[in-house]
């Protein structure tokens, strides 16, 4: 489809109403409640979490579509952009101390706590009196109440799996950047070939990493109650899966717009922050290998 002209405005632009930030309060609402409904298994919770997610997914489509009809005619000036720009960086950061807190539990658990069981860090009584048979190692195996948390068989191995979803997702952040170079050439095809390209790679990953949880659950017998060691992994990875999945619904939905002509090259915030986080999401995997898999 031919692009669009695309022509900027030097006015401030002050959006009509819209009822987006209402619908959206009550979907977090609706979505909070129903996961405190989960946690006391309440009989409704099922029906606030499906009445939240479809008034969410509502507020997304038609605030998301309202700031892009604004975009394609021309009613964001470089401030408004600038603006734009400044709200990813703080979204971004906001998903970099989610994470944050995770990686310090893992740290804290690492360095502290299970030492402590085991008797380190000056407290000798702790391994002596209450857990004499516990052995203090990471990944930790074998819990101090095996009856209440019986432990894994066996660890997750770093040079599987995880090897190569690692290399799957620095090469889809390759195939991002390349996508990125050709709409800045105005170069259609490597677009166009770089996005799908990343969409096919992230989808990789993701089967990949049900194929890791099915060996974890079935073979290794690693799961939430297992202990501390499987609480992290999958708090971890399956949080990082969730930003995968976040990542790639935002890479077909530039695609999409890919395909309808609405990026320039000096026009195309929606195609750089896509990347900015799918680029935040290779990252956080790294750490997740080093940390959760390798070390």
């Known amino acids: ?14 959006p009509h109403s819209a009822p987006w930030p209402i619908v959206g309060s009550f979907a977090l609402f609706f979505l909070a409640t129903g996961i405190g409904g989960f946690v006391h298994n309440n009989c409704v919770w099922p029906y606030l979490l499906f009445t939240g997610a479809v008034l969410f997914a509502v507020m997304l489509f038609g605030w998301f579509s309202s ?45 502290f706590s299970v030492p402590t069981l085991g008797g380190d860090w000056g407290y000798p009584e702790t391994h002596q009196l209450l857990w ?3 052995h203090a190692a990471w990944p930790l195996l074998q819990n101090p109440n095996t009856t209440q948390f019986p432990g894994p068989k066996q ?15 620095l090469s889809s952040a390759v195939a991002v950047t390349w996508a990125h170079w050709g709409l800045l050439k105005n170069r259609r095809w490597q677009l166009l070939s ?19 949880y099915l060996i974890a659950y079935l073979d290794y017998h ?7 060691y499987g609480t992290t992994f999958f708090m971890l990875t399956g949080f990082h899966g969730l930003h ?34 799918w680029h935040f999401v290779d990252v956080v995997w790294l750490f997740l290998f080093l940390f959760v898999y390798w070390l």
């Open 1 to 14: 489809m031919k692009q669009k002209k695309y022509r900027s405005t030097t006015k401030y632009f002050l």
């Open 222 to 228: 690693l799961t939430l109650n297992s202990g501390i």
């Open 244 to 277: 995968v999945t976040i990542g790639l619904t935002m890479l077909m939905v530039i695609l999409v717009r890919c395909l309808k002509g609405h990026f320039l090259p000096e026009h195309h915030f929606g195609f750089e922050a896509v990347s900015w986080y």
């Open 194 to 212: 770089g996005v799908i390209l990343t969409i096919v790679l992230g989808l990789t990953f993701l089967g990949l990493q049900v194929h890791e």
């Open 67 to 111: 700031v892009i009809n604004e975009g394609m005619q021309g009613l964001h000036s470089k401030k408004m952009d600038r603006s734009y720009r400044w709200g990813m960086f703080w979204f971004i950061a906001s998903e970099v101390a989610f994470f944050g807190i995770f990686f310090g539990a893992l740290l804290y658990t690492r360095v």
């Open 155 to 169: 660890a997750m191995g770093a040079w599987g799996i995880a090897a190569i979803n690692t290399l799957i997702l």
């Open 132 to 134: 004499p048979n516990f």
